[in-house]
């Protein structure tokens, strides 16, 4: 943590909500059982910190370092960016983090991550490379991106490390955690764009 926390208690909240998370991951790996879709314990978790990080939103705005820590701050990052079943919310997240980006109170890649995760629920290709899912090979790969030629250049702006080292990195930890895809590629898309419908991500 760069910044020493000026509210150490909102600070602990926000970590306490990242714990809750880590918690539940690391017991449907221990129980194998986290990579057969979206486990419904996880998406409870995630539920439950999403409003968690609703009120600290109605209180507090969005998390500024100074008041909570680096540390904080990406927790509160990590709950927005999980909060896949909440799309109201998720698109208030990323309103309120553009806004801190723009007057130097959040860490632009933490904006990258959610842009990325608010365009893969909606359906549509990611700007940053930051969200990988199973391709249809069955290996972990980005989601389709926006003008690919130019996401180096975007990732450096914000701060982000290669795409090819990311990729890396997230397919060795799914090796050491024994994931692998839930469903054939196509009954998988097929999956999520209707989870998409029936959260409201998408229309019809």
Not at 29 to 42: A, D, I, S
């Amino acid at each position: 943590m760069s910044r020493v926390a000026s509210d150490p208690s909102l600070r602990a909240r926000l970590l306490e909500l990242q714990r809750r998370d880590d918690a539940k991951r690391q017991e449907l790996v221990e129980r194998g059982e986290l990579f057969e879709g979206y486990h419904p314990e996880m998406e409870a978790v995630h539920a439950a910190n999403a409003r968690a990080l609703e009120r600290e939103l109605d209180a507090h705005g969005w998390p500024d370092p100074r008041r909570t820590g680096e540390d904080g701050a990406r927790a509160a990052c990590r709950v927005a960016i999980h909060a896949i079943g909440e799309p109201a919310f998720q698109r208030r997240c990323l309103a309120l983090l553009e806004a801190a980006v723009a007057d130097g109170r959040a860490a632009p890649a933490h904006l990258a991550t959610l842009t990325d995760r608010v365009r893969f629920n909606e359906r549509r290709p990611q700007r940053y490379g930051t969200l990988l899912d199973w391709d249809a090979e069955g290996r972990l790969s980005p989601w389709p991106i926006e003008d690919p030629g130019e996401v180096a250049g975007r990732r450096r702006a914000v701060g982000l490390p290669p795409l090819a080292q990311s990729v890396r990195e997230a397919r060795e930890r799914a090796e050491r955690e024994g994931a692998r895809p839930p469903r054939p590629f196509a009954e998988r898309q097929a999956e999520i764009d209707a989870w998409a419908r029936r959260t409201g991500w998408l229309d019809g």
